[in-house]
């Protein structure tokens, strides 16, 4: 690999729903559905929070547009607290969505050796079931049973409609035949919680290691092929199969028309017409994502550059491209494409505003980034009738909770009494009426309040103690 910077993306946004669980359905080459536009999952670099789940949409496939006003749509508070290269997972029925990602952050000071030889064994999962609402990361170990595997990177996966489960693949550095590189391995699963065995899936000759890698499914089998692979080598090769377990012809490579500075492969088919976009990532130069065009995948020859494509503020790095419904469609520019950023501005120092600093939650003026100083109100965890709760904005799956009665914030953990510490409801301010004070749930005496700059959970009353527990909601 040129770097270890960057690794293939998933699985093929391919002309049908490559999707999975339920074994009865059609399988995705078979069964053509409608799809409306695009989304893409990636991370956008090195930076500060960079390695996080960032989308973006696209009615084209070609110009993009990034969803939650460019920031990050989740965090991970979970193992090296950085992801990269995410996957977006439909399964066959439509009704249930995985966000697979590599466990690596860069950014916080690792170098890519200790990355590659002492990194994370395991990827990290999100589970949805409409592509807005997300469950709490939870780890998935790959590679802690391949020996001295040093890593778990670029995961993909895709729908087997003949076996019934999704195929899995990654890659690992580790030590096989006497020779320690990058070898791509598979493992089966249904759920993305647990695996089969893992498998050698790809393993070029000699020392030659391979990291990214991502197979499109094809549904007429346009240029004589059910599945297409795309690798990153010296250059992009493309490689052709009618079975995910068979023999895989070589077809060629891109260098003519890529050159050598590229990697990070990431196919979708364009709704409206028989025609892929194979995009690549131009790291050597450093300016991110372009697409090359074909209407055979099979016919090296046949890809072709294009202008005219744009794809939006953020850096756009190794990430995945999930054809959308109309339906999907609607709910994912519902919640992300103008969400409300909320402010809560206090009553009696209106300078100052309700702010997240290493987790502790104050009032201070001139917030900076001004992120730590916005939230998403959203329904109440514990009851969403007149209740509600405060996500961070640039902590997505972080909320304000109290804790012995002081404030933190802090990653939802799916419990029951941090759905309670986290939930208030919104009455009338006790200062002002115009305003609002916020009553917390499972302790209804007391009111969220600012004491020595600091938000408390305290009884509070007349006078000074309603001037504190009275905000603003601004956006």
Known sequence: MTRLSRRGVLLGAAAAATTGLVTTVQSPASAQTAYASYLMAHFI????????????????????????????????????????????????????????ATDLHIGSGTSWNDAANNGSRSLVVWESTDLVNWSVPRLLNVAGSL????????????????????????????????????RIWSARTTDFRSITTPQVYIDRSGTQGLIDTQIIEVADSTGGYRYYRASKENQIVIEGANSLT??????????????????????AKFNDRNEWALWLDQFATGRGYMPVLTTNPASVSSYRTVSGYSLGANLKRHGFILNLTAAERSRVLARYQNPVFNRLQSYNFQDRYVR??????????????????????????????????????????HFLRHVDFDFALAPNDDSSQFAQDATFRQVAGLANSGWSSFQSYNHPTRYIRHYGYVLKLEAVSAGTGYSDATFRITT
């Open 246 to 267: 068979g023999s895989w012809t070589r077809l060629g490579d891109l260098a003519n028309v890529a050159g050598t500075g590229v990697e990070g492969p990431m196919w």
């Open 45 to 100: 670099g090195e930076g500060a929070g960079g390695e996080q789940i960032y989308l973006s949409h696209s009615d084209n496939g070609l110009n993009w547009t990034d969803l939650n006003r460019g920031q990050i749509v989740l965090r991970t508070p979970i193992g090296t607290r950085g992801v990269r290269d995410p996957i977006i997972v439909r399964n066959p029925a439509g009704n249930r969505y995985w966000i697979v």
């Open 147 to 182: 020996g001295d595997a040093g890593n778990a990177w670029a995961p993909e996966a895709i729908w087997d409609a003949s076996a019934g489960n999704f195929l899995l693949y990654w890659a690992t550095n580790s030590t096989r035949n006497g020779i320690k590189k990058h």
């Open 356 to 397: 997240h600093a290493d987790f502790d939650v104050r009032i201070d003026p001139g917030v900076a980034p001004a992120a730590d100083s916005q939230f998403r109100l959203v329904p109440g965890l514990a009851s969403s009738s007149g209740y509600v709760s405060f996500e961070s904005v640039n902590f997505p799956g």
